[in-house]
């Protein structure tokens, strides 16, 4: 029960189509099973029930509500209709992200609609998610964030707006760490490597026409730990204790969930 009594929005706790279990419906699962009353938030209201309806099925508490995270008046009604029904908010998490799905491309391909789309959904969303929230934070001077960026940012990675918006994220994360300390908001972010979700395999999968099994395993072959890629439940432990009060003397952290990828770098 490391949660035990808190209210915790996570946005993006849908996830695509596909095997396995993303990043953020695992976090929000193990957020209630420690005992946090859980938001689901996602641009499918239907994606965001399905989380919620696992959240309720093991016994732990949630509520689903739908935004799409390009829209700050959307993210502003499900913030208000979060608080209306539970009174505050302890901890956010930010997960949305999205690349190739977005229309995400190398260089000599990008479009200015592709890479205004991906940076709307992956910075500017959270950017706008936390102007609303961390208001509500300074006013019971006490909170905690949590934002999902990608060892893309470290990485050898082609796409351009992907790299460049998750980057962005880790700034963010850092400003938000170093601007909200005296109201005892600590803020930090997760780089995780290659993982085994329904967006990492089955989104490529689709795109580049090949089968999930040989994706997952040219993927697999990458990751020094054990040569097998990480899971969503991987995630969702580093989560777990950076938005716990056991990471209460931690803020403005990047922490690797990557399997060694980021030290065998050079």
């Known amino acids: 029960m490391r949660l035990e009594n808190k209210i915790a929005m996570i946005v993006g706790a849908g996830q695509a189509p596909g095997e396995g279990v993303g990043n953020g419906r695992a976090t929000a699962l193990l957020f209630a099973r420690e005992g946090a009353k859980v938001i689901s938030i996602d641009k499918s209201l239907e994606a965001a029930e399905e989380t919620a309806h ?15 995270i390009t829209s700050e008046a959307a993210i502003k009604t499900a913030t208000e209709k979060a608080v209306s029904h539970y009174g505050h908010i302890d901890i956010l998490h930010n997960n949305v992200g999205v ?16 890479f205004d789309n991906v940076f709307a959904i992956n910075l500017r969303g959270m950017v706008m998610t936390c102007k609303h929230v ?20 470290l990485d050898k990675y082609p796409y351009v707006a992907y790299k460049t918006s998750k980057s962005g994220v880790v700034a963010f994360t850092e400003q938000l760490a170093y601007r909200y ?11 995780p490597g290659l993982m085994d979700t329904p967006m990492a395999v089955d989104t490529r999968a689709r795109v580049w026409g090949k089968s999930r099994a040989e994706v997952a395993a040219e993927r697999d072959a990458k990751v ?25 003397f931690i803020t403005g952290v990047t922490l690797p969930v990557d399997g060694g990828v980021s030290v065998q770098r050079g």
């Not at 300390?181 to 780089?191: E, K, T, Y």
């Not at 730990?225 to 990471?247: H, I, N, Q």
């Open 134 to 153: 961390v208001p509500l934070m300074q006013n019971r001077k006490r909170g905690s964030i949590v934002n999902i960026s990608s060892m893309a940012v």
């Open 224 to 248: 020094p730990l054990g040569r097998k890629m990480g899971t969503g439940w991987d995630v969702a432990y580093a989560a777990l204790f950076l938005a716990s009060d056991e990471a209460k």
């Open 181 to 191: 300390a005296a109201d005892n908001i600590r803020a930090n972010v997760i780089l």
């Open 99 to 114: 690349s190739l799905a977005g229309g995400d491309a190398i260089l000599e391909e990008i479009t200015e609609e592709a």
């Open 54 to 68: 696992l959240i309720r099925k093991e016994g732990n508490e949630a509520i689903a509500l739908a935004a799409d």
